[in-house]
């Protein structure tokens, strides 16, 4: 069985990335979020049947808070941490995200010596946790690609106007990323990370094209069904 995600990308072929579905089981239902909401011994038999069948160590989980936090595991940092993004250099260590809607953002070096995986939502824009995640990444010689992966679009991300101003403020080049339709005011998301990425001089960026909440049959999506499942986006150096 092989759901490893299949990007036409410059990165070696030694960088991995697993995104989880509900199809993983025969439920319809992977949930890998360990919210006091869900059952504990559900969402651990599913990770079990992850390090059984794909991944290569147990992988590193954070609390993720919607903030720019990153840490950087190349640092020999193991301690329980919060944050919404983590670095790793070494080989076989999984890193994770847990989403529903939000981006699950992988950056890497083209070599593939250094990977970086990100939550970002609406407040991660705003708090340009991309631009934070350059100021280690760059500490290194390297060369990056990203891939953003399944999350809300635009046709279905519906914010007020003050978000819009919001981000109006802090770059007056996000108006571009909102639009009406039908009296409704949406947010392109993605189009925002990827004027980040951008601005942090990655070149090669990426896309899944998948949205969580048309896909709502495989991903978990938060606008959808309002719920505390979530799905995985796992990243290691092979």
């Known amino acids: 069985m092989n759901n490893f995600e299949d990007i036409n990308w410059n990165v070696s ?11 993983f089981s025969l439920q319809n239902d992977f949930n890998i979020s360990f919210s006091e909401n869900n059952s504990y011994k559900e969402t651990k038999k599913n990770i079990d049947f992850l390090l059984e069948n794909f991944l290569p160590s147990k992988p590193h ?7 720019k936090k990153i840490v950087n595991l190349s640092k020999n940092i193991l301690l329980p941490y919060v944050a919404d993004g983590l670095i790793t250099d070494k080989r076989n260590q999984v890193i994770s995200i847990l ?8 950056i890497s070096s083209i070599c593939g010596s250094i990977v970086c995986v990100l939550h970002v939502g609406r407040k991660g824009a705003e708090f340009n946790i991309i631009k934070n995640a350059f100021n280690f990444l760059n500490n290194y010689p390297y060369s990056y690609e990203a891939w953003i992966g399944p999350s809300i679009s635009k046709n279905y991300y519906l914010v007020n106007e003050n978000i819009r101003e919001r981000f109006i403020n802090l770059n007056k080049n996000y108006n571009e990323f909102f639009y009406k339709n039908n009296g409704n005011l ?4 993605c189009g925002i990370a990827t004027l980040q990425l951008k601005k942090s001089n990655v070149n090669n960026i990426y896309h899944s094209g998948l949205c969580t909440f048309k896909n709502y049959k495989e991903f978990y999506s938060f606008r959808k069904f309002s719920d505390f499942k979530r799905f995985g986006t796992f990243v290691w150096i092979e």
């Open 186 to 189: 949406h947010m392109d998301l």
């Open 99 to 106: 989403t529903a809607d939000c981006m699950p953002i992988v």
């Open 61 to 67: 989980f954070i609390k993720q808070a919607h903030g």
């Open 13 to 23: 072929n030694s960088v991995k990335i697993l995104v989880t579905k509900k199809s």
